[in-house]
């Protein structure tokens, strides 16, 4: 966020770690290991700039500023244990049948949701970047732990899910997985029934969900 502040979102930033430090209430070998951490981690990219080292936010690194003050602006903005969404339902890559199919997703799914899920999942591309933004604040959400497993072949990876209503008539989750072809301005959505017959939707139709983190 310091960072964000003195103008590494778009440009290599030559500011010093003595003077980051000096902001922040931290020795300068702190902020230098901050410094390593976060460049280990593709957070920020360093390059010499002059005579000085330039420190820059990658997208990963703009990302996460991003999601932290999605998250604090919600917080301030919004205290109800729900969030609400509107997309437009498109067809994805159709791996959804496969991976909900899974037994070892399909046992936890039963399990936490009380439903066997539809094959597939019933995706929505968000209509507005606050929409988008929404979305990020559910992934910093403690929801319902779908756990990762192995078999034969591979190893699939976890995924939360969160109680919702979908057009205000039927039960179903909205997914926040953490392997995933989607970004967030993709909300993707389990229901024990076939969604795109109940609601008579086609490709292109507007969606409104409720999504309880409560």
């Known amino acids: 966020m310091e960072l964000n502040r003195l103008g590494a ?8 770690s003595a003077h980051i430090g000096a902001e922040l209430g931290l020795s300068q070998q702190a902020i ?6 976060l460049e280990r981690e593709g957070l920020i990219e360093r390059r010499r700039v002059g005579k000085k080292v330039g420190t820059r936010l990658t ?12 998250s604090l602006k919600f917080s ?14 498109f067809t994805g890559l159709k791996e959804g049948a496969f991976y909900i199919g899974l037994p070892g997703y399909r046992r936890q799914f039963r399990r936490l949701l009380g439903f ?21 604040e ?8 779908i756990l990762g497993f192995e078999d034969a072949k ?4 976890p995924a939360s899910c969160f109680r919702a209503k979908i057009a205000g008539k039927f039960d179903g989750a909205a997914l926040v997985i953490e392997r995933t072809h989607h970004d ?3 909300l993707e959505l389990i229901a024990p029934n076939n969604l795109r017959e109940k609601l008579n939707a086609s490709d292109g139709s507007k969606v409104g969900v409720r999504v309880y983190f409560g």
């Open 9 to 16: 979102r778009t440009r290599f930033a030559t500011v010093s």
């Open 32 to 37: 230098s290991n901050h410094l390593v951490a």
């Open 59 to 70: 997208r990963k690194g703009t990302e996460e500023v991003v999601r932290v003050y999605s």
């Open 76 to 89: 301030f903005e919004n205290d109800s244990d729900y969030i609400d969404f509107s997309g437009r339902l």
């Open 116 to 136: 066997d899920p539809f094959p597939g999942t019933f995706n929505l591309k968000l209509v507005s970047q606050s929409e988008v933004d929404k979305k990020g």
């Open 138 to 145: 559910l992934r910093l959400r403690k929801g319902l732990s």
């Open 154 to 157: 591979r190893s699939y990876g």
């Open 184 to 186: 967030d301005s993709v």
